[in-house]
């Protein structure tokens, strides 16, 4: 089974840049399948990490930054995939 770990986060108004590079400085205990760092308008950014185990697997998270960089808590959410459609 493939799952699927999201983190989000809002960052301080004009500390996007610095959010971000916190972000790529992160490791993560394991080797998940696959990492994709994505950003969004009002300085948002999202980490979608992949990995092979059951839905309710003990995975590694993204710790929680400082309040320095973020205007708000974390977001956090778990999908298991359902289909694949080829490319």
């Keep these: 089974m493939t799952v699927a770990l999201?983190?989000?986060a809002?960052?301080?108004?004009g500390r996007d840049a610095e959010l971000l590079e916190w972000v790529r400085e992160q490791?993560?205990?394991?080797t998940p399948l696959r990492r994709e760092i994505f950003g969004?308008?009002?300085?948002?950014?999202?980490?979608?990490?992949?990995w092979d185990a059951?839905?309710?697997?003990?995975?590694p998270?993204?710790?929680e930054p400082g309040p320095e960089l973020v205007a708000r808590?974390?977001?956090?959410?778990?999908f298991e995939s359902l289909?694949?459609?080829?490319?």
Excluded at 27 to 30: I, K, R, S, V
Aim: aromatic share 14%; net charge negative.
């Design 73 to 78: 808590p974390v977001n956090r959410w778990r």
């Design 40 to 50: 969004a308008r009002e300085d948002r950014v999202l980490v979608i990490t992949w």
């Design 10 to 13: 809002r960052a301080v108004e």
């Design 27 to 30: 490791w993560l205990d394991g």
């Design 6 to 8: 999201m983190w989000e």
């Design 61 to 63: 998270e993204f710790p």
């Design 54 to 59: 059951p839905y309710d697997a003990d995975l």
């Design 83 to 87: 289909d694949v459609l080829p490319d």
